[in-house]
């Protein structure tokens, strides 16, 4: 259940981003196409596009950082009903979950720091 709310949230934020960038993008389209109707030459219609290319780009980089935010948003939640689940499933309370997470993070720190340090010293 509480996986599927996550899914229908990251859903809707989703289809929210999805018409507000169609939005934006018809609108940026009618604005060049304004922009070439009143042009009075070629010169004049190149330079008014070229114009509104770093508007475009900031739109398009705003949009994808939006994007990036929801999947973060998603991944983190999931992340979350996961550890629930594991916790349920094996008895143990979220708190000791966490404390053995540290735990095995702390081994393979040192595991990759003495597998570095023999590297160094064979090179040496």
């Known amino acids: 259940v509480k996986l599927t709310v996550v899914s229908q ?5 989703l289809i929210e981003l999805q018409s507000e960038v169609v939005t934006s993008a018809m609108t940026a389209f009618a604005k060049r196409l ?11 219609l190149v330079l008014d596009q070229v114009a509104m290319l770093p508007a475009t780009r900031e739109r398009i ?17 999931v992340r979350k009903v996961a550890t629930h689940v594991l916790a349920t499933v094996t008895g143990q309370t979220d708190e000791e979950l966490a404390v053995a997470k540290k735990t095995v993070v702390r081994k393979t720190k040192r595991a ?5 340090r023999a590297v160094r010293k064979a090179a040496a």
């Open 112 to 116: 990759v720091g003495k597998a570095k």
């Open 34 to 44: 304004e922009r070439a109707a009143y042009a009075e030459g070629v010169a004049d």
């Open 61 to 77: 980089v705003d949009e994808a950082t939006r994007a990036v935010e929801i999947f973060r948003h998603a991944g983190r939640d």
């Open 9 to 13: 949230n990251t859903l809707a934020s």
